[in-house]
């Protein structure tokens, strides 16, 4: 299925989820066509942007996405391979350099976000390899003198009716003298071998030998290493500093001033981040010294007071509200948080007089070149992306502001030499960028038979688009972010009075899309309040759901999956309970059935049951493992995580006080697909909204206690 | 002068000794294989061995090594044959990959010492090796497949 052929409202949908649709990309004619390649060569073949030949068979797949662990390097390979007729063991992969041709279909820039490369590459990357076995068959054919509709390819081989064969290696020559065709054929699905299949990971074999090259491990001979001091505060400003210890200490070439503060220059990382400590600053602290996020928190619960901007208004909700025969009010608060990838933030740069090479794992890569070239003072294409490994991207590395590419830009200028730049993990989670802190305060009704009659959610928090060169795309005609209320302003429940509000909070902190976006505070303020109303007469949360969403088969059939597999309502050991979830997001739907206990006040969770349909899946393998990661991601979010501000501080450093599950936390986790025939959804983010709900829900049925706020403290519980 | 073998082989460094041992690997030796994560010994990215026993290059200096056996992931096996790199890739381990050298590091002393590790073995041996992706099951599932492989005398 096509993904220009999406509705437009899941257009937008999709757009402020990928963190950047450009709505206009949309609709270019053609973008779905294929690019030519750029050096068409006559010993090896390449057809179009996507694929290389070589004489040795070798299949060189060139992903327009940055592989981040979501397994693109795998998927969109197979779909290429699976209307070439490829031999999977010849297959191999390669990033993309930054290039037009090599934009997201849907959003017309070169881009890794929303949950979206599988999805936006299935007819691309299935049209570049049905064009490719055309024209081998092509070149067969007039090799042999036959009528190409006689042969047929298999494996890697052009075959015959005589069974003389032909491997593509030996065809690579021949077939690059051949016309593109105009029109390929693309195979029925019933036809697949590849597409459907768990096919292992291509990217296993480098990543389990310490081969594979992230952007920290970039080394190029003359490189220098660059650490800087950032502002303690944002928006904080130099006022003076002192660099005479760092300059005299071993391997250090350089002190310099940039925009972001102070990067020392030295032979290797360590000697830098040894200087780039003994530097003392004098800061001019600005506007934010004094922020702090618990009176953040206090204003957000006063300005949920008031009615926000409309988001959606079915129905009469105050009048509802008002003669409900039952009501509850309830506020959930979470937190700012980091995306904390394994790899911290890291940049090389090659700065010359006319040209500008940047090596670094980016899901950026259009934006990034354009902010680096100005940085640089260089037009566009004067600069070039090597997109590495990244070790783990979760969003940050989608930065409107490109701000650790611009940062490293303008460090290597004053360093005059190669320079990579290595934020430490502190720098890292204190650079700001962070999922921002939000409040829903909610109110609902059920009538006297327990049928909710009217539910009004009001949302306070920072818009992620306000401020970046999407907003005048993604805020058109609103007056509230899409990105701040996905999630609920979609709520599938039939309920006939409905309120979604928004109110946009002005704080001075830099927020940015994390894994699962809107989806991680709305998807957690349904589920747990939707479960509360269910609470109010006593109803099993799962039936009450149910109910609520016969008009959503998609919905049912992932809830009632999860619900079966999880043995819902089935005795469980002593001390034992489940918490049920479902959410839409990124076009695919996803419930979680969670089995909790706690002791001591501490909540262990023991089994996870995730169901997702993600329509035509290509993958299940990478689905799984998917599922499997979203369900820990969220369950780190829901039980340990949170970024405070005192004094306009971080208060968070590290691992140990920002923690991320472990594995003697980790429980058991059991992945299941629909079969489905819809179009294809995203599968990175969609299995985090409904972790953390299910967990509070499973909490408050072992203990009658509400989780109303994350992270999940036994001692806030209501 | 520090020397000490990495791997196998013999190096002498001149390189101040309170350096981490992770960046004289990573940067005088160029075994970028070992990960930086964190610099506090709390992710376990960096672990190697050290005369065959896990520790934390992040934190450890490299004057530590002096006249001692340095193994990396580059040293695991010289083409993936290692029981628990055919158990990663049987498994589908890494997602993003980077905290995979030192979740196999951790994981081939813990084999070592236990064969036939219990799931609370497993526990103890890697809860200080954090994976973001949460690749843990299939970690822990790849450690029982490596256990049996070995027992059943598929490898060394």
């Known amino acids: 299925m096509s993904a220009l052929q999406m509705k437009r409202r899941e257009f937008l949908r999709v757009s402020v989820a990928a963190s950047g649709g450009l709505l206009i990309g949309l609709y270019l004619p053609g973008a779905n066509q294929l690019a030519a390649a750029d050096e068409p060569s006559s010993t090896v073949f390449m057809p179009n942007a996507f694929l290389r030949i070589g004489t040795d068979n070798r299949v060189t797949v060139i992903v327009n996405h940055s592989e981040m662990g979501q397994g693109v390097y795998t998927a969109l390979p197979m779909l290429l391979a699976e209307e070439l007729d490829a031999d999977w063991n010849k297959i191999a992969y390669e990033s993309a350099p930054v290039d037009p041709k090599y934009n997201h279909p849907v959003f017309g820039m070169q881009i890794t976000g929303g949950s979206s490369s599988v ?37 890697g081989v052009v075959i015959d009716g005589t069974n003389r064969k032909l491997t593509y290696g030996q065809l690579a020559e021949a077939a690059a003298k051949m016309k593109p065709p105009e029109k390929v054929t693309l195979k029925d699905p019933k036809a697949f071998k590849l597409i459907g299949t768990p096919v292992k990971r291509l990217d296993t074999p480098e990543k389990i030998s310490g081969k594979a090259v992230f952007g920290i491990d970039v080394k190029n001979s003359g490189m220098l290493s660059a650490v800087v001091a950032r502002a303690p505060v944002f928006g904080a400003k130099i006022k003076s500093f002192d660099d005479s210890r760092a300059r005299n200490m071993p391997g250090v070439r350089k002190v310099v001033a940039v925009p972001s503060g102070v990067a020392v220059v030295a032979d290797s990382f360590w000697q830098a981040k040894v200087a780039r400590d003994a530097i003392r600053i004098d800061w001019d602290e600005g506007a934010m010294h004094a922020f702090n996020t618990s009176q953040m928190m206090q204003q957000f619960r006063e300005q949920a007071k008031s009615p926000g901007k409309s988001v959606r208004r079915d129905g009469d909700p105050d009048a509802a509200l008002a003669n409900a025969a039952q009501k509850i009010e309830a506020v959930y608060e979470v937190p700012y948080l980091s995306h904390l990838m394994m790899e911290p933030l890291n940049c090389a740069v090659d700065l010359r007089a006319d040209s500008c090479e940047i090596w670094t794992g980016t899901q950026f890569q259009t934006v990034d070149r354009a902010a680096a070239a100005k940085a640089a003072g260089l037009p566009n294409e004067k600069v070039q992306i090597h997109t590495t490994f990244l070790g783990g991207g979760f969003g940050r590395r989608a930065t409107p502001q490109s701000d650790f590419v611009v940062e490293a830009v303008h460090v290597a200028k004053a360093a005059g030499a190669p320079v990579k730049v290595v934020w430490t993990r502190e720098d890292d989670m204190q650079g700001g960028w962070y999922r921002p802190a939000f409040l829903h305060a909610i109110v609902g009704g059920v009538d006297a038979s327990g049928n909710p009659v009217g539910w009004r959610s009001r949302l306070v928090g920072q818009s992620i688009m306000a401020g970046t060169m999407f907003e005048s795309i993604m805020m058109k005609g609103k007056e509230y972010d899409p990105a701040s209320v996905e999630g609920v302003d979609d709520l599938p429940y039939e309920i006939p009075n409905l309120a979604v509000e928004s109110h946009q909070a002005e704080v001075g902190v830099p927020v940015q899309w994390l894994r ?3 989806h991680s505070h709305t998807g957690f303020a349904t589920e747990c309040f939707i479960d509360e109303l269910a609470g109010l007469t006593h109803k099993d949360p799962y039936q009450f759901r149910r109910a609520l969403l016969t008009k959503h088969p998609r919905h049912l059939a992932v809830l009632d999956l999860a619900a079966e597999k999880a043995g819902w309502g089935k005795p469980l050991p002593q001390g034992r309970a489940r918490g049920i979830a479902v959410h839409f997001a990124f076009e695919s739907y996803n419930a979680q059935v969670v089995e909790v206990s706690i002791t001591d006040g501490k909540v262990r969770v023991h089994r996870i049951v995730s169901a997702v349909d993600c329509g035509h899946y290509v993958n299940p393998g990478i689905i799984a493992a998917q599922l499997e990661g979203g369900a820990i991601f969220g369950a780190s979010a829901a039980l340990f995580q949170e970024l405070t501000f005192e004094r306009g501080r971080l208060q968070q450093t590290n691992f140990h006080t920002f923690p991320v599950m472990r594995m003697n936390e980790c429980p058991e986790i059991e992945t299941h697909i629909v079969e489905s025939n819809e179009k294809s959804g995203g599968i990175g983010e969609p299995g985090v909204p409904c972790t953390a709900p299910a967990i509070a829900n499973a909490v408050f049925a072992a203990t009658g206690k509400r989780i109303r706020k994350l992270p999940i403290r036994m001692t806030e519980a209501v | 002068l520090i020397s000490f073998s990495v791997n196998g082989q013999h190096v002498s460094l001149e390189v101040d000794p309170s350096t981490p041992l992770l960046w004289v690997l ?8 070992t990960k930086y994560g964190c610099g506090i010994a709390q992710c376990g990215a960096c672990t190697v061995h050290l005369d065959g026993e896990t520790i934390r290059s992040c934190v450890a200096s490299v004057s530590r090594a002096a006249g001692k056996e340095v193994t990396t992931i580059e040293g695991l096996s010289p083409d993936l044959s290692h029981p628990l790199q055919r158990a990663w890739i049987a498994e589908d381990v890494p997602q993003c990959g980077y905290c995979q050298s030192g979740q196999l590091m951790s994981a081939a002393v813990l084999l070592r010492e236990k064969p036939r590790p219990s799931d609370e073995d497993i526990d103890d041996a890697m809860t200080g090796n954090i994976c973001r992706c949460g690749t843990y099951p299939r970690i822990r599932k790849a450690i029982h497949r490596a256990a049996a492989m070995m027992t059943a005398g598929g490898a060394k």
């Open chain 1, 516 to 518: 699962s976006v809107g």
């Open chain 2, 26 to 33: 990573r940067e005088n030796l160029g075994l970028t294989g």
């Open chain 1, 119 to 155: 999805w936006s590459g299935f007819e691309q990357y299935r049209n570049a390899g049905a064009a490719a076995r055309a024209m081998l068959i092509a070149a067969a054919a007039q090799q042999w003198n036959a009528d190409p509709s006689t042969l047929r390819a298999e494996s």
